[in-house]
């Protein structure tokens, strides 16, 4: 079955510390990977993606995901987190050929000053 | 670029009433996508456009949601009779193709 498991639901940091959090897959076939952040009354905005290529991506706001293959992973991390990351993250799955999304349950980021 | 534009951003109405939500996609988006996010859990798909076809209703609860996409733009997601259990945020998504999806702000709908 095609499923995304986001293992922490929430999580505190304090401003300037790293980050990751955990994101997991299930997908049958070769998978395209996604992260998204939501802020509070917001909806979803894009952080980054993994199709192909280098496994290390970059996106938006100094986050980056590893895609790794063998541990069926994606983990988001981001070196030194700002009080304007506090929101909820969500890493989701597609594929070749289809582009329905599986959305993780979430995991809420909150950061101490 | 606009992005993705949706109202109304809120609404609270009594159970057993209707509500309707409006989408208009990025421009030149063919496909566009119906979530629904409850409280505490990740979007799940409701219905899918491919231009003004239907892809995907498969999790749609057809006895009370209808959605239509005229002229293959804008669309329109309908709740009637609403439940409590409709409480949740509505978000539209478009997609030029290739796997990238793009969402709205959402319109969230509280069922009392």
């Known amino acids: 079955a095609q499923s995304v498991t986001q293992p922490d639901i929430h999580i505190t940091v304090s401003e300037g510390a790293s980050l990751e959090l955990r994101c997991n897959y299930s997908y049958g076939a070769t998978p395209y990977l996604f992260w998204y952040v939501q802020s509070p009354g917001q909806g979803l905005q894009l952080l980054l993606k993994y199709f192909s290529g280098d496994t290390l991506v970059q996106g938006i706001k100094g986050f980056e995901a590893e895609f790794k293959r063998s541990q069926s992973s994606f983990n988001l991390r981001k070196p030194s987190v700002h009080w304007s990351d506090a929101a909820e993250y969500f890493c989701a799955v597609g594929g070749v050929g289809t582009d329905k999304l599986i959305f993780g349950t979430g995991t809420r980021l909150q950061v101490f000053p | 670029e606009a992005g993705v534009a949706q109202s109304p951003r809120y609404k609270i109405i009594e159970k057993r009433q209707s509500v309707a939500f409006w989408c208009n996609p990025i421009?030149?988006?063919?496909?566009l996508y119906w979530y629904q996010q409850i409280l505490g859990q990740g979007p799940k798909l409701l219905i899918q456009?491919?231009?003004?076809?239907?892809?995907?209703d498969s999790q749609l609860p057809k006895d009370r949601f209808s959605a239509e996409r005229l002229k293959g733009v804008d669309s329109t997601l309908k709740i009637q009779p609403a439940k409590l259990e409709d409480s949740a945020v509505y978000l539209c998504?478009?997609?030029?193709?290739?796997?990238?999806?793009?969402f709205g702000e959402g319109s969230w709908l509280t069922v009392v």
């Open positions: 998504a478009s997609s030029p193709s290739g796997n990238t999806i793009y």
């Open positions: 421009s030149g988006h063919a496909t």
């Open positions: 456009f491919q231009n003004n076809g239907v892809v995907d």
